[in-house]
C-alpha cells in the first residue's frame, strides 16, 4: 500500500520569501517521490524526483526537495518565491517505480507581490 | 510538438449519453493511464495499459471502459454518464509498467454532465 500526505491545502508566501510546501508518505518499499506542479486548465508537470542517492534533489524553476526517511517526508522548497510560482503542487509516490503514481490531495500556493 | 495529446479539451453532455476521450501520445512510451480529477482537484488513478495490456483496474464502474488499439493510443469510453462522473480527466504515459521516471500529462479532458 502507498499513500501520500499533504497537510496543507494553502500556502502563502510573499514574494522574494522563502517557500515550504510539505509532504509525508507512507509505503511499504522503496519509496520514489516525486513532485508535479498544475497552472490553472493544465496538466501537471514534472518539477522532480527523488529515487536514490543525494537526499537534496534540485529540480525545474529553482525548486528543491529534501528526502528525509526517518520523517518519512518530501518536502518541497525553494530559497525565493516568485508570483509565477503561484499553483497547485501535487506531491507523489510509487513503490520501487513499480506501481502507478498515487498523489497527494495537493497544495495551493499563493505568491503576494 | 504536443507529447500526449487529449480530445476533446471539453465534453458538455446530458446524463445517459456515451462519450468517448481520445488519447495519444509521441513518446514511445511503453505504459498509458488515466487519472480522474474530481472538483476537489484531488488525483486519482483509473487504468494503466502497458503494451495495449490491461495492467491496473482501480475501483472504477463498469461504465467506464478503456480501449488500447496500440501503445501510442489509450481512449476511454464512458457510458450511461451519470452527474458523478462530472470531472477532469488526465491522460498519462511513461516509459514502462509503473516506473515512476516520470510521467507526461495531456492537458485534461474536462467533462461536464447536465
Known amino acids: 500500500a502507498q499513500s501520500v500526505a499533504q497537510p496543507e491545502d494553502q500556502v502563502n508566501v510573499a514574494e522574494g520569501n522563502p517557500l515550504t510546501v510539505k509532504c509525508t508518505y507512507s509505503?511499504?518499499?522503496?519509496?520514489?517521490l516525486f513532485w508535479y506542479v498544475q497552472y490553472p486548465n493544465r496538466g501537471l508537470q514534472f518539477l522532480l524526483k527523488?529515487?536514490?542517492?543525494?537526499?537534496l534533489v534540485k529540480g525545474s524553476y529553482g525548486f528543491e526537495a529534501e528526502f528525509n526517511k526517518s520523517q518519512t517526508s518530501f518536502h518541497l522548497k525553494k530559497p525565493s518565491a516568485l508570483v509565477s510560482d503561484s499553483a497547485l503542487y501535487f506531491c507523489a509516490v510509487s513503490v520501487s517505480g513499480n506501481t502507478p503514481l498515487v498523489f497527494g490531495k495537493g497544495t495551493r500556493l499563493s505568491v503576494i507581490a | 510538438d504536443t507529447a500526449v495529446s487529449q480530445t476533446p479539451k471539453y465534453l458538455v453532455t446530458q446524463m445517459g449519453n456515451d462519450k468517448s476521450i481520445k488519447c495519444e501520445q509521441n513518446?514511445?512510451?511503453?505504459?498509458m493511464y488515466w487519472y480522474k480529477q474530481d472538483s476537489k482537484k484531488f488525483l486519482k488513478i483509473m487504468f494503466s495499459y502497458n503494451n495495449k495490456e490491461l495492467i491496473i483496474n482501480e475501483t472504477v464502474p463498469n461504465r467506464f471502459s478503456p480501449k488500447s488499439p496500440d501503445k501510442a493510443h489509450l481512449n476511454l469510453h464512458i457510458n450511461s454518464l451519470e452527474l458523478g462522473d462530472s470531472a477532469v480527466y488526465f491522460c498519462?504515459?511513461?516509459?514502462?509498467?509503473?516506473?515512476?521516471?516520470?510521467?507526461?500529462f495531456g492537458s485534461g479532458t474536462r467533462l461536464t454532465v447536465v
Open positions: 509505503v511499504s518499499g522503496n519509496p520514489y
Open positions: 527523488y529515487i536514490t542517492g543525494d537526499n
Open positions: 498519462a504515459s511513461s516509459q514502462s509498467p509503473g516506473r515512476g521516471r516520470g510521467y507526461t
Open positions: 513518446l514511445g512510451h511503453d505504459t
